[in-house]
């Protein structure tokens, strides 16, 4: 059943060959999901090469404030600089590539390296390195700077030279509809990283389709299990759903006109380097937050709009990112790959910055619902990557209301064929 | 010491040397036990084209009852159909691969994928899978089927698309020895699986000797120690418990023909695909069971046979089992390859299906010996794996009491060439 | 940022092109330090060809007294035979491999094998195999012995077939600095291992500076933070260190030469095999011991000395040892390669062979500054194997008081450029 002959294959032939044959309308074959070398491309022609979404600017408001991601093997530091401007170097001393600063959160006038206190200052000049000899020029030794940008409050980093070009386009169709709820302002309420026992794409993946929401029924109370689906393709079960949907549907957009609020759906998943999906929609129940009765569960409100039955606006940024914002808080989720078969989510809330905990509201109701919906995709990520790690396994159909999941595989596809054309 | 070239040389050709220059009558060379390339070659070569003793019968007694075991990277279903018949399949769904049932044993009218419903018939037809749109054809997507076939209540399965064509003979010659005990109707009384420290093969060669069996201080008051000694090479030491061992025989060996219980050693270790060996032979004590007194643990007896003092039937089949059937119960054990220094054993204690436990047999007194005897025996093979991987190993002299561990190395060596050759 | 190509390259010549363009002057590329080829060449080229630290003679005092050790993959015994020679022994049966003795220190009169009993004498010969046919030839079995050494009570061992004829020079040179302390008769007061997450050479390198020392608060104490500095590259915060240790060194070497003791620094790092430094030096404070107020913390002192206020004797010795020796006792490092980037340091504290614990010294006060040292160490050791992980690291300027680190640098680079032209 396996060939005796699979281990002795040259090592690049696999991948382009792989990338070749993939077939449209099927998951991608294991190795993309199971083994190094194809992980290893994954770091060089995606993670490497497009924006990632990295942190909020609500973690850095003040000059001196930094917050640390690893992506893949590069750590990084984003931090806000003395001119109020973000900036990300990598998180590597320039003298021994000590790590600079410790993994985490905080504020510092300079960043002083833990070892031999080499002191840059945050515009990534290197300003004092002890005991060096006259001839020594700190000039030639600042931090690597890596791109970075912030779009309505969420903040992206780019490792490549060039960062690919349409990110201008992208940023400025979503600005208009993250601007109201001024996310670049609001406050951090809390932040969970969870090690998921699965490749980034099946993360990436299982977020794109709600043809397994029965596994989150916390979720279900508020979010509409209609994701993906038609009307044509749309279960019968899931049909007072729909009529639900449909009601809560017109009242919101009626709302959103009112409120001048952009709702239309922009889906360009697979046509381009900064594949994204935008719209904003209804939730059930009260339909204002996602909470156990669909009730708001902070005041005030992001951004000070007036009312809190708004729906969410649901976000998708390729290749790391997805975010939902409603008006009493948002959730950004930002998958960070550690190995073919682990992978950081970090999920973080954020709440009007005068939303005082305990006060204005319940940590514990604010997260309970992306906790527990958190958790039961990670047993599901774990759950494909043990099936797929399978020899038996061969890719199987998507389902039509899995059309997100296809397009993801399409555009990760066209990737890294872009990617392995330039080498 | 070590070449610098060493790790320098293609990998292929590394593994069809190291088959072609194996020395008769030494240990294998450190790669055999430690190298993931010839890992990967025991799974193909080995674990994917023989039979695999995977399950009991008495694991899945009823239609719908199923059992789980991971065969290297394969995670496998075993389970009971409507129409009582065993089947196997490949534990993934054929949707998107992911695993299909959870680990453990279970019953389930249909098998229902934790992911997005697929719903299988315990034939493995899909019978259900949502939200479809009318060209799908679920007749492509039933699991995919695995070999399986009980042998007096052993269960076996082959992930090839051809098995060995010999089993058909062994199994025919070992049922006559199983029969007599009806494990097929038998009742799970305890499973246990641990992990060792070491390569599948130390597993097994560790079983073919009784060369250490003065680290099983419990094994040894019933098990009699001279196992693969002849009378030219005992030791003087084991002088005493051999002449207990010839009256012993000679009264069982009454017994057994007085009883109609085939008993001759049949041992075709080397000479064939599925090398295998059979014995029934004399216990010391009571002569009983494996118990602090040799006396049997548990009523009523296996196949309701009429006396307890029957020895033990000594199965041994190649590549990962073997068995020891006692007159009141029945030891099982499976060897699971993880990774080149890592192997579950997996035992499984087997009673009279109407015994009840703390009534008719105490679970500790069953197990005490055994579990014992496991323990001990993984300290040995982390001790041999250790020593192993040190470079300055080199391939040792087996005693002539090692014989079977060589004829096993023998058969392993030949199972290799063939695979290499077929490739 | 990272090439596409990079994990296509064939391997040795990966290894030969990066020793050959290593730039002066500046730390090491990161595959040195991160991967598993280089790792490799690291055991064949440094760990198997050189003089290994590896015990002291205090931990086998007696005739049968032996320790283990186990450098890289190699597990060996160190032990004093029956008539008191030291020996070292690979740590592998020479029946089927099993590690013979299990890790640790301890006493026997024979070396008996825990899997199969083979039975060695303290001179490795084979003295017993049981059940062995008449044509076994037990002179063909002894264990493989492995080139050992005391060098004033200092223990190490080489792998190769022909050791680096340099040692007996450097042996020659260094004996007369440490006979007077006698450690050979000492007795072992402590021994830690602890597990840093950092390449072993990362270990070695921190020792060779104290451009980071303001991270050891309890050793500066006692430890004046000059090391390495010159009156010209001496910052200006260690000028009252400065002229505290003219003062103190002063003093010392008053006694030093009144007492006859050696103490001229030699430092022969980079223009041999066997790389060393060794010095005698004053300490701050009471200058006696590394004790919070620099008074010695155990009576008697070594060697039967007159006066505590003695300063330490300190030897560095290439490829994996330091030494601290004070008037009250000693302190061994060993350092011993695990992985890439896992590395055990084993440190040794050794006192006067008549002092008890408890009334002569407290443990507590005698480990207290080295446990805290080596605590902080690793914690940098970690950090510079995190930052160097990143692809954005390139190596960066040594300082001028890094001098002994670029040294060991160019023994390491040497050492490598040797052993690959041997190849």
Redesign the interface.
Known sequence: ????????A???PRVRSAVARRAAGR?LE?PFYTDR?FF??D???IF?RHWIFAAVDAEVPEPGDYTTVDIG???VIVLRDEEENLRAF???????????LDAGRGSAGNLVC????WTYGTDGALRY?????AS?DPSC?GL?SVHVRSVGGLVFVC???RPPADFDDVAARIEPYLLPHDLRHAKVAARSDIVEDGNWKLVM?NNREC??C??HPELLRTFFPTYG?TEE???PQLRPAHERYLRADAETRETYERLGLPYALIEELDNRATGFRIQRDALDLAGESFTADGKAACRPLLGGLPTPRLGHLALHMQPNSWFHVVADHAITFSVLPLAPDKTVLRTTWLVHPEATEGVDYDLDTLTKIWTATNEQDAH?VA??Q????????????????EYQVEAFCNWYITRLRE??D??
């Open positions: 059943m396996t060939s005796l002959g699979d281990t002795k040259p090592e690049g998951s294991a070398e290893g491309l770091i060089a022609a490497t093997p590069y750590p990598h998180n590597v001393c320039r003298h021994r590539g000590a790590r600079l833990g070892y031999h206190k390195a002890p005991s060096q000899p020594f030794f690597k490792l490549a030279d993946e043809y397994h029965d596994g689906y393709n749309l279960p599901l759950r494909a043990r099936g797929i790690s399978s020899p038996a396994y061969e890719p199987g159909p998507y389902a039509p209301t990617a392995l330039d080498d």
